[in-house]
Each structure stands twice: as C-alpha cells, then as structure tokens.
C-alpha cells in the first residue's frame, strides 16, 4: 500500500557534493534550515552574507554588489526606529552606531566576493515574487525594516522578470567562476502574510520563472544549472500539517530533515555519505550526558570520540568540534 506520492529524483551523475566541496546558499529563511544541516555535518559552506533574501530581485542586487565589490557608504543606510539599517541587507544588520552597519556590510561584502569565486556549489533558495518598491527612490527593497506600508509599492515579479532575473544571476556567477554548480530551489514556507491565493500566484510564478530560463536552449549561461524541488516535497509528499510547526507555516524538524534527507540523495557522494555518518556519531557522542561523569567508562567513551574527532581532523583539516 502507498501512502504518499513520492517524487521521482534522480541521483547526479557528477559534481556531487563530498567535503572537498565549498557551497554558498543564498535566499529565504529555508536556507538556514539547510545551512544548519550543513553546519551540524561539518560541510564548507557560507549561508547568506546579507542575510535572509526572500526574492530574486534582491538575490540579483547582492550578487551584482558583491562581484562589483560595492563600497557601502553613508548613503546607502537610513535611521528609523532608533536604529540605522540597509534596504539592501536583513534586519540583522541594522545596528544603532552607523559606523558599524557599515563596517559590517563592507567586510561581507569581501568575503563574499571571495567565497563566489571558490565555491564549487551555489544553492537559491526563491521565497517569494511579490517586491516592495521605494516611492521615493523607485528602487526595489530587500528588506522594508518596519518602514510604514505607505512608502512602498508592492508588485508582483511577472514570470519573464523571473526568468530574466535568474538568468542575470546565473551570468554573473558564471562571470567569475565557470564550473561552479548552480541548485534553484523554492522555499516551502508559505508566505501567508501576502494572502492565500497571492501565495500560490506568488511560488507559481517563481517555478515557472525557474523552469522557463532552465528550458531554454542548452547554453554556456544556464549549463550546470539545476532545480530541486523543495517546494514540491513539501507539498506533495509532506502533505499534513504535523509536518508544520505551530504557526502551521513554517516546515518543522521532522520536515526539514526529510526534505534534508531527500537532498541528500541526490546530490551527496558516498564517500560523503560515509563521512556524515561518522559526523554523526561524534556529534551524538559530545550531546551525551552521562550519569556518571568520573567513571571509567565514560573516561574511555571521551577517548573514544576524541580519537574518532583526530582521526576525522587529519582527513579533512576544516572540520572543527
């Protein structure tokens, strides 16, 4: 008996990922989620130099402004709220010395730039089409920062803007390094905030727009671009709201590692595979609480995990406990 419609994914043939690999994941807040499954595996990866980035407009901007090497400067930043903050950047930036906004955005900026350049993965993850549009400098926001509703516009991102949005980013990645691997990806948070039927117009477009520049003509530009279907397990296989947490929103533990494990299947190696298993049983082993710290056998557990730790270190010099 089958009790759920499963997606048929394909392993890749070449260019999996293994621990030689260094991603970059760039986009909504389900990049974290995937960020943190990286994290806890001891992969090489950087998650979201500006923060969270919900549409492709503002994924554009910042990898525009990192390839270009942007110096942000005083007019680049706003005070509101007794904080100075970015339109360009998360509200994790925002800061109430100016000075340090700044300093901070400058300084990703270069490790950005760097990280672009020598990742052999790059990982989008789109949240959503609708974009807020400053009516006084016409400019499209990453982030309103609880600026007042009535000094934007809101417009939705139409497919062909998608798609051409897309393939600008594509074109400049590729610009500075030609054989990295590109994974599109819809977020499954569903971005309720907009309305119901504004949400699925919204992911609607925003999959069509991936799918409409990734159907083009094979061409150096969309080469070694790819689309996992985040969205669509969310949905299809995942579909129960136990899978949710409680703002019946956001994916929950239980999906994220089922979307994890879904990911896993088709881009990791197998020799990564066995790695992230031995990850795991230190990672199991450093969460253990004994009930008896002093004992001899958990003298000779610690030994145990740091001898596994040593050996893991002198394979792959990066990992760190």
Known sequence: MKLQTKIPL??????????????????????????EKLDYFKFKN???PFGILFHPKAIENLISDVINKKTYSEKDVFFHNEQWHCFDAHSKFSNTSKEAVLHDLNENIKSA????????????????????RSTHTKEIVANCHKVPQKEFTK???????VSTL??????????????????????????IKDGFIENTQSKAH???????????????VNHQSFYFPSY???MDELRDYRFYKEDMIHPNTTAINYIWNRFQEVWMSSKANNTMEKIHVIQKGLQHKPFNPNSEAHKNFL????????????QFPHILF
């Not at 417009?155 to 803007?161: A, G, I, N, Y």
Request: proline share 2%; glycine share 4%; charged share 20%.
């Open 166 to 191: 897309i393939e600008t980013i594509v074109s400049l990645i590729r610009g500075v390094n030609s054989k990295v691997e590109i994974i599109f990806t819809v977020s499954p948070v569903r971005h």
């Open 113 to 132: 730039n760097k990280q672009i350049q020598e990742s052999t993965h790059v990982v989008i993850t789109l949240g959503t089409a609708w974009i807020y």
């Open 206 to 220: 925003l999959i069509s727009g991936i799918h409409q520049f990734l159907n083009q003509k094979p061409s150096t």
């Open 155 to 161: 417009e939705l991102l139409t497919v062909d803007e």
């Open 303 to 314: 030994q145990n995990i740091e001898a596994k730790k040593t050996q893991l270190k002198t």
């Open 46 to 48: 950087t998650q979201n």
């Open 10 to 35: 394909e392993k890749q043939s070449k260019n999996l990922i293994d621990y030689s690999s260094n991603m970059l994941l760039i986009g909504s807040c389900f990049v974290e989620n995937i960020g």
């Open 232 to 234: 669509e397990i969310m």
